[in-house]
């Protein structure tokens, strides 16, 4: 056994699970495989070291790969922290891209209907190249 990460009890009573340096190294090893880091990478790191995500994907594997991880102060310093370390690689959980996405939100309703007009232009261009960009992909992989 290398660890035990405690979980958060949404389902129940929190439960201690253990896991081996094998399940550590095999985790680390496949991310590694999946993308490539290396250690010209700088990881900005904010999620408690307690979640195994974390551990895992901004820990562990940032430094099998040699990266460098900095780790902000809090959540609410994490923009602050990107413009001043300018990660190159940061590991997130869905509810911090929703809190940028919504302080973004409400700062554009703020401004002139031409920039409120500009940014659900770009918006839209860039869910529809994304869209695009998938369905090429899942093409690419049937075309040969």
């Known amino acids: 056994m290398c660890t035990i990460i405690y979980t958060s009890g949404t ?3 929190p439960k201690g ?5 094998n399940n550590i190294i095999s985790n680390s090893l496949a991310a590694s495989e999946s993308l490539a880091f290396s250690k010209d990478d700088t990881f900005l790191s ?3 070291l307690c979640h195994i995500f974390e551990r895992m994907a901004g820990y562990y594997t940032a430094f099998a790969s040699g990266s460098l991880v900095c780790y902000a102060e809090s959540i609410e310093t994490v923009p602050a ?7 190159t690689i940061v590991t997130t959980v869905p509810r911090l891209f929703e809190r ?5 939100k409400r700062n554009v309703e703020t ?3 031409n ?3 500009i940014f659900n232009w770009a918006l839209e261009t860039g869910t529809e190249y994304q869209r695009a ?3 090429d992909k899942r093409n690419s992989c049937f075309s040969s």
């Open 111 to 113: 401004q002139s209907v």
């Open 17 to 21: 699970v253990m896991l081996t340096h």
């Open 115 to 117: 920039k409120q007009k």
């Open 81 to 87: 922290n990107l413009i001043e370390i300018k990660p």
């Open 11 to 13: 389902t129940g009573e």
């Open 133 to 135: 960009k998938k369905a």
């Open 100 to 104: 940028i996405y919504s302080k973004i």
């Open 46 to 48: 904010f999620l408690p």
